[in-house]
C-alpha cells in the first residue's frame, strides 16, 4: 500500500541537513548518519500506521492542575522599617534607576 504521507529516508540527504545546521560530517559520519535517520524514518512510518481514532487529543502526558497555596492573610512588614532599607525615597515610595529612555 503505497501511501503518500509516508516519508522516505533514501530522500532526505543527510549531507544537505548538515550543511544548514552547519556542520562538517565525515563520509563514515554521514553513512552512520544516514542508516540511523532511515530507522528513525521507519519508526515514524509504524506510528502513522496506527489507529489513533478513539485517542484524544492532549498536550501534556500526565495531567497537569495548578497547586495554590491557600489565601491566608498575615501581617507584613511596616512600611516605616520597609522604606529604611530604601537607599532612596521619595514622598513614601522607592526611587529606582530609570532604564527606559
Known sequence: MADKSKMDANRMDVRYVANLARLQLTDAEAVAFQAQLGRIVEYFNELCELDLGDAEPLAH???????????????????????????????????VPKIME
Do not use: G, K, Y
Open 61 to 95: 502526558t500526565t495531567v497537569i492542575q495548578n497547586v495554590f497555596r491557600e489565601d491566608i492573610v498575615r501581617h507584613s512588614l511596616a512600611h516605616d522599617l520597609v522604606m529604611a532599607n530604601a537607599p532612596q525615597q521619595s514622598a513614601d515610595l522607592f526611587v
